[in-house]
């Protein structure tokens, strides 16, 4: 099993939608939580760090499930800007990061 | 430019020729990743440093493969006898000690012909 998962999409949604993206993750003792965006054949750029009590950035905000472990990313009044794919990373607090494969999504106008 | 930095962008190699990447991380930051990354999947652990001392290295990593960072400041990744499964994007981040947050360079792509 693998220790990141999500769902590769695409997500194709109009200009001003709201979209949510989930990540579920395999070890529970998993410590740190984080969404980045990758832009076609750029690096990773950190999105936020996700937080137990969750964290809101402008329209973005990210829940963190530990029950169920999984990660969520809601990006509020979708702009075209918005298109890319959006990658979780998980840390165990060993210095090793997991990626997820990533989520692509398309704001169309 | 205060980020990560990374050369060369891209390298054409012919199989079984050794390359080497450079990736000079944020100045005060002391923790150096490097990941690989190919089409339609993220990015995979390689290897960490904290300062000079390599801490921490995947089972990707095979014995053709060997990163330094000598000082504690730039590093480099080495691959010899290059493979056409190498070709991929060479990723380092770097991040400051007691925090989790990494930031990337723009990579190196490699392609093995």
């Known amino acids: 099993r693998k220790e990141v998962e999500q769902d590769p999409g695409p997500f194709n949604v109009p200009e001003g939608a709201t979209v949510a993206f989930n990540c579920t993750y395999s070890?529970?003792?998993?410590?740190?939580f984080f969404w980045y965006r990758q832009d076609c054949r750029k690096e990773p750029k950190l999105l936020m760090s996700v937080y137990s009590s969750g964290n809101e950035d402008g329209r973005f905000t990210a829940q963190l499930n530990r029950a169920s472990q999984y990660i969520s990313l809601l990006i509020r009044d979708s702009k075209l800007s918005d298109s890319a794919t959006y990658l979780c990373?998980?840390?165990?607090?060993?210095?090793?990061?997991?990626f997820g494969s990533g989520t692509k999504l398309n704001v169309k106008p | 430019d205060t980020g990560v930095s990374q050369d060369p962008r891209h390298k054409i190699t012919k199989r079984g020729q050794n390359v080497t990447f450079r990736c000079d991380p944020i100045s005060e930051h002391n923790r150096l990743y490097w990941y690989r990354q190919t089409l339609g999947q993220g990015p995979e652990f390689l290897t960490y440093f904290q300062n000079e001392a390599q801490l921490e290295k995947s089972r990707l990593l095979s014995d053709r493969f060997s990163a330094e960072r000598p000082k504690g400041s730039f590093s480099t990744l080495e691959i010899q006898r290059t493979e056409q499964g190498d070709s991929a994007m060479y990723l380092c981040?770097?991040?400051?000690?007691?925090?989790?947050?990494?930031?990337f360079g723009p990579g190196t792509r490699l392609t093995v012909t």
């Open positions: 981040a770097s991040s400051l000690a007691g925090l989790y947050e990494q930031y």
């Open positions: 070890n529970s003792a998993s410590q740190s």
């Open positions: 990373a998980v840390n165990r607090g060993e210095n090793k990061f997991y």
